[in-house]
Nanobody, 124 residues
Framework: QLKFVESGGGLVEPGGSLRLSCQTP????????IGWFRKRAGEEYEGVSC????????FYSDSVKDRFTISKDVAKRTVYLQMNDLKPEDTATYHC?????????????????WGPGTQVTVSS
C-alpha cells in the first residue's frame, strides 16, 4: 500500500486559512487520482476533494466547495489542500489517499490503514 505523509494542520480561528500538504511516493501524483479525506469525531471518513492525474481536474464535496482548493506539484510529489474561510465544522483529522472514484458522483477510497493524518482544529 502506498504511504502518504500529511502535514500542515494546526489550530486556527474561524475564518482563517491553512494549507495542507500530502507527500507521496514515486510518481503517484502523476499516475493516480488522489484525494483528501477527513475524519470528524464520531463520524465516518468523508471525501472532501480529489484531483485527476491526467488533466488535474478537481472535485469537491458540497461542504467545502468554494472554500477549499486542491492542487499538486508533480516535481515535488506533493498534493496540497488550501483551506480558506475555515469553520468549526471543518475540525477533523485530514488524510490523503488514492481514490477509486473521483468525480461528480463522489470521492471514494478503499484505503484501510489511515495512519495519523494531520489535525485541523478551528476554534476561537
Amino acid at each position: 500500500q502506498l504511504k502518504f505523509v500529511e502535514s500542515g494542520g494546526g489550530l486556527v480561528e474561524p475564518g482563517g486559512s491553512l494549507r495542507l500538504s500530502c507527500q507521496t511516493p514515486g510518481n503517484s501524483v502523476g499516475y493516480y487520482e488522489i484525494g483528501w479525506f477527513r475524519k470528524r469525531a464520531g463520524e465516518e471518513y468523508e471525501g472532501v476533494s480529489c484531483t485527476i492525474a491526467d488533466d488535474g481536474s478537481a472535485f469537491y464535496s458540497d461542504s467545502v466547495k468554494d472554500r477549499f482548493t486542491i492542487s499538486k506539484d508533480v516535481a515535488k510529489r506533493t498534493v496540497y489542500l488550501q483551506m480558506n474561510d475555515l469553520k468549526p465544522e471543518d475540525t477533523a483529522t485530514y488524510h490523503c489517499a488514492t481514490t477509486y472514484m473521483c468525480g461528480t458522483r463522489g470521492i471514494r477510497t478503499n484505503k484501510g490503514d489511515w495512519g495519523p493524518g494531520t489535525q485541523v482544529t478551528v476554534s476561537s
